[in-house]
């Protein structure tokens, strides 16, 4: 099991950058797949970038492309998500996910796909 633990939300505005970390807990960090998401009120819960276990993968949804960076440090048993250019449809609670893989590269981007969550940390743009 991996326990998850979000941090670095806050308000910003828009145009500025904010840096989520996801910091896991328990045993072998770089045996998962991690993944960021958001849901905003009212909204479903969408993924927003996810990475494969060696980091060398990622993806990103297309309304984050060129603006947001995922990265881990499995040495810290962290993954980073750092947003920049932040617009005010940016505003949600984010929440990172993590799914053990036998697979060095497979990266998931679907929210069934994961097996552990943590808490959330909410991200507010203002214009």
């Known amino acids: 099991q991996v326990r998850l633990v979000e941090s670095g939300g806050g308000l910003v505005l828009a145009g500025g950058s904010l840096r989520l970390s996801c910091a896991a807990s328990?045993?072998?960090?770089?045996?998962?797949?991690m993944g960021w998401f958001r849901q905003a009120p009212g909204k479903e819960r969408e993924c927003v970038s996810a990475?494969?276990?060696?980091?060398?993968?990622?993806a990103y949804t297309q309304s984050v492309k060129g603006r947001f960076t995922i990265s881990r440090d499995n040495a810290k048993n962290t993954v980073y998500l750092q947003m920049n250019s932040l617009k005010p449809e940016d505003t949600a609670v984010y929440y990172c996910a993590a799914r053990p893989t036998p697979s060095v590269t497979n990266k998931f981007l679907k929210e069934s796909d994961y097996n552990y969550w943590g808490q959330g940390t909410q991200v507010t743009v203002s214009s």
């Open positions: 990475i494969s276990r060696n980091g060398g993968d990622t």
């Open positions: 328990g045993r072998a960090f770089n045996m998962y797949a």
